[in-house]
């Protein structure tokens, strides 16, 4: 005990002599850290949290380097017409290309697949089979007899014998639902000009109609056709902040232009750039905002706390003085941060105010019973001074101790925290009694503001230790009662849910992924050649978790099937007359075009029931079919769709005589429009090469040496839906390549990592914690005393979480540790000062009252995060340390308090204590003194 006193006594000399020095050289360190933290970026990317060295974490970097990341920005645009959609995606397209603010950081814009690549190339595109059956449908082009054919390929390819080989990989099933909004979208331009073939000139209609069923849809539009989307690939890699966000300010401002023009059109964005810039926002958001709102609270809380207003004032500036040195530091040494260390600020107000309350409570205390202002500081550093130092140095600690898990977000945010927390302390002990020596020399017991004397404190104490077997039993029943509940905690595995789910990119990304069947977040992995690439791509495509590959291999195929494509096209091209001219429809042919229409209906509804089998009940055929038809459960009828063939149908029995002379106009042209565009397709005579390719697919999926290849892998989202889908699905693509990445491999990477490092995190703390305060108390039983509240209010907290219908996610585990170092120091605070008074009242009411008034700012400070944040996952995070601080607090005032007399302290010798400092002190107050003015 001598030599904490002698570092105290000291301490409390040079803060004497160098009072007024001590806040110009504080206010010169807060100068360097503003400038310093302006180099502070915070980054979300869950990568940016794990070690370099993992493969999944080595491959992004990778793609970052030669692909920018694989990211894309992409643009939805919902409506009911087609026309309209496309009409407003040229026209944001076109302002982006116009704008040199936003072009600056383009690589690409994905707005559609040109006419003329598929005019030069489509044929050879097209596998061996499709192009025989294209050959074999080419030779009847007039409209009845080209019916019929498209039914029986139609059939002999999806309700056939060997149906079930068409059927079965999530590709098959893109290919199915391609051909089925081509026909969606030629049947529906039929009935249309059936009603009115004046609306445009029939040569125009008749090209429109020649190339829906050629090309079809240029855009992408979602399965019900109420969404088209396009992408934009940027020139810069994805962890490039100031690019990301700079980018989606200029597309931001093109958004709102577009939504003048067109007023009936829904336009957003989403993407790993759209999300990043939003995530960016709302990051500084839940940097700034709720610790402000926490400060405020404090000074309220502090207003009814302390008397004198210039304490409040000087306790409120020493904390925000730590803060911003902490940040300095950030700034000099580590300048980025991830999400997990993006709560610091409010981590700090919370903790950082806890070392002011202990010198504020005290020395305050002692000037009310009549000591000089000097005097006062060395009681308070002699009493209290070592129970904060040590609780600093024991939070700190743990949080340098989470450095040594091996976790990279572990690692930044227990250095910095740790830094964050003797930062605030050395401000507390150094800057704060300044000031108080310096302008708070008015005496306190001159001020009459009403204040609350939190009496309770001390009545609570003293009634619990008097109680204390009651204390304990009850305690012991809490702890078994919510030790059990604490098995009802369930994991959150979506990470989109901990997501600021208001900003616009995470609502448009729920509505793309609803509308498309899939989640836009891909998986990536490179290929170092075009060989690897097809291999890769087969192999991905033949998953069912897969929902869409994206590769070049799709636009290269291999020397030998181009060579055997080749030779099809050739006798394409050497057909003779693939129509009948001046064709002319009867009644009866009418009544056999409706009975092929029929017969064309019931294929798809079969070619739907048929799907069922390999790919599920709720496919994208089967959805899309809904759409064109009608929902269909067996022999029963459900919602209603767009029956396109029934009302066609329905359109051509109502005049027979009438519609076939319209179709026989329309044949005539029709058929020199599909016979023009089959022969210029067909006049492809070599192989495809890289250099034939659209800038747009080699500025995506190409390295600059055309050798390494990207391939993009999009999940189904039913999949992605439950944490046992992700896991098959990153289980199946770790078969294909260990090299694959992406958001949902490094999500269950970190989640993994989250569970292994958090429990090294809680050994080591622990363990450190113990370590410390047995070399401070010298004694195993008070440790054991102080550890107390900490491991009881954990259990409870534990158990009070799932109550309140909340889950654990891999960031608020990953904070679990703190509540360690952080709900130790109560108990350090009270079983040192109890070392000294031996008195339960007189710890109550001074450090009963600190502790109290600690705990009570760090829940604020945690609780304004839960109740304002942004992120979902920062609002989890102040719920989980909220209900830890709350729940230690609780079992620091009533657990404690039977627990600290047993076994043997030490006599208090405070009066001698007192007597022995070389300061003139007016003398103490007996306690009946102080008692009457508490």
């Known amino acids: 005990m001598k030599f904490e006193k002698m570092v105290m006594n000291a301490l409390a000399r040079f803060v004497i002599r160098f009072h007024r020095i001590i806040p110009f050289f504080t206010a010169a360190c807060v100068v360097l850290s503003i400038l310093a933290a302006r180099n502070i970026r915070v980054t979300t990317q869950i990568k940016d949290m794990m070690p370099e ?123 199915a639902v391609a051909l089925l909004s081509k026909l969606e979208t030629f049947f529906l331009l039929l009935r249309q000009y059936l009603q009115n073939p004046e609306s445009e000139p029939l040569d125009a209609q008749a090209k429109k109609f020649a190339e829906t069923f050629m090309y079809g849809d240029s855009y ?22 100031d690019s990301m966000v700079a980018m989606m300010k200029g597309v931001k401002e093109i958004r709102r232009s577009m939504k003048n023009k067109f007023p009936h059109l829904g336009i957003g964005y989403t993407g790993e750039i759209a999300m990043g810039a939003d995530e960016q926002e709302a990051m500084g958001f839940d940097m700034l905002v709720p610790s402000l709102i926490a400060l405020g609270a404090i000074l309220i809380l502090f207003l009814f706390s302390f008397t004198p207003f210039k304490t409040i004032v000087f306790t409120l500036i020493t904390l925000v003085v730590g803060v911003l040195l902490t940040y300095g530091f950030v700034g000099f040494t580590f300048k980025e941060i991830t999400i997990v260390t993006s709560f610091m600020a409010v981590l700090l107000i919370g903790l950082g105010i806890d070392f002011g309350i202990q010198v504020v409570t005290n020395f305050i205390t002692f000037r009310e019973d009549g000591m000089s202002q000097e005097a006062s500081l060395y009681a308070t550093f002699t009493r209290a001074g070592m129970g904060n130092l040590l609780a600093a140095l024991t939070t700190a600690a743990a949080f340098f101790v989470m450095a040594g898990t091996g976790s990279k977000a572990y690692s930044q945010f227990g250095i910095i925290a740790g830094a964050g927390i003797l930062l605030c302390f050395l401000a507390m002990v150094t800057l704060l009694p300044s000031l108080l020596l310096w302008l708070g020399k008015k005496d306190p017991s001159r001020f009459r503001i009403p204040t609350i004397r939190y009496r309770f404190v001390a009545h609570l104490g003293k009634y619990m230790h008097q109680k204390r077997w009651h204390a304990i039993i009850l305690g012991l029943m809490l702890t078994a009662g919510l030790g059990s509940t604490a098995f009802l905690n369930r994991f959150e595995y979506d990470f989109m849910k901990l997501e600021p789910q208001h900003m616009e990119a995470f609502r448009t990304y729920d509505r793309l992924a609803e509308k498309f069947d899939i989640s836009p977040l891909p998986s990536m992995v490179i290929a170092e050649n075009i060989d690897e690439a097809r291999h890769l791509t087969d192999a991905l495509e033949k998953l069912y978790p897969v929902a869409e590959v994206n590769s070049i291999a799709h636009f290269l195929p291999s020397e030998v099937e181009q060579e055997s494509r080749l030779e099809i096209i050739r006798r394409i091209r050497e057909m003779g007359n693939r129509y009948e001219p001046g064709i002319k429809y009867s009644r009866e042919d009418m009544e056999a075009f409706t009975d092929e229409l029929q017969r064309l209906e019931w294929n798809v509804i079969e070619m739907g029931d048929l799907s069922v089998a390999a790919l599920g009940e709720e496919n994208r055929i089967v959805k899309k079919r809904n759409d064109m038809i009608r929902e269909i459960f067996g022999a029963n ?133 113990l370590l410390v305060m047995v070399l401070t108390f010298r004694s195993v039983l008070k440790t054991i005393i102080a550890a107390v509240p900490l491991v009881l209010g954990t259990v409870w907290m534990l158990g009070a979480y799932p109550l309140f219908g909340m889950k654990l996610n891999s960031v608020n585990v990953a904070v679990i540790p703190l509540i360690i170092g952080m709900g130790i120091d109560f108990g350090i605070h009270l079983v040192h000062r109890f070392s000294i008074e031996q008195d339960i009242e007189e710890v109550y009411r001074y450090t009963g009252k600190a502790v109290f008034l600690s705990a009570l700012t760090t829940m604020i400070g945690f609780g304004s995060l839960s109740l304002i944040g942004s992120f979902p996952s920062i ?55 102080r008692e009457k003015k508490g």
């Open 875 to 929: 609002v989890s995070i102040g719920a989980v340390l909220f209900l830890g601080i709350g729940a230690c607090l609780f079992a620091s005032l009533t657990i404690l308090p039977a627990l600290l007399t047993f076994g043997k302290p030490e006599v208090s010798r405070k009066l001698e204590d007192l007597k022995k400092t070389n300061v003139s002190m007016k003398p103490v107050a007996s306690k009946k003194l």
């Open 53 to 175: 060295d993992n493969p999944q974490v080595e491959s992004l970097n990778q793609i970052n380097d030669e692909f920018q990341g694989g990211a894309t920005l992409i643009i939805t645009i919902e409506g009911e017409s087609k026309d309209e959609m496309a009409a407003c995606a040229e026209a944001f397209a076109r302002e982006i290309r116009n704008n040199p603010e936003v072009m600056q950081y383009v690589n690409t814009i994905n707005l559609k697949m040109e006419r003329d690549f598929l005019t030069t190339w489509g044929f050879i595109l097209q596998n061996e089979k499709d192009l025989k059956k294209s050959r074999e449908l080419f030779s009847h082009l007039n409209l009845l007899p080209f019916l019929t054919s498209l039914n029986d390929s139609f059939e002999e390819t999806y309700t056939g014998e060997k149906s079930e080989e068409e059927l079965v990989t999530h590709s098959q099933e893109s290919g």
């Open 220 to 241: 992408r539009y979602s399965i019900d056709n109420r969404m088209l989307m396009f992408s934009i690939t940027p020139n810069f890699p994805v962890n490039d902040i």
């Open 637 to 769: 009828k459900g919602a209603a769709g767009q029956e396109v063939f029934q009302r066609l149908i329905t359109l051509v029995e109502t005049d027979p005589a009438l519609y076939a002379k319209r179709l026989s106009s329309l044949d005539s042209s029709f058929t020199k429009e599909m016979d023009r565009i089959i022969s210029e397709m067909a006049q492809v005579d070599r192989k495809i090469t890289s250099s034939d390719l659209p800038k747009e697919l080699v500025g995506t999926l190409l390295s600059l040496d055309d050798e390494r290849n990207l391939i993009i892998i999009y999940p189904l989202l039913s999949v992605v839906d439950d944490d046992g889908g992700k896991r098959r699905f990153n289980r199946v693509l770790e078969e294909v390549s260990s090299g694959i990445t992406g958001w949902t491999r490094l999500a269950f990477s970190w989640t993994d990592e989250v569970f292994s490092e958090s429990r090294k995190a809680v050994v080591y703390i622990f363990a450190v914690v």
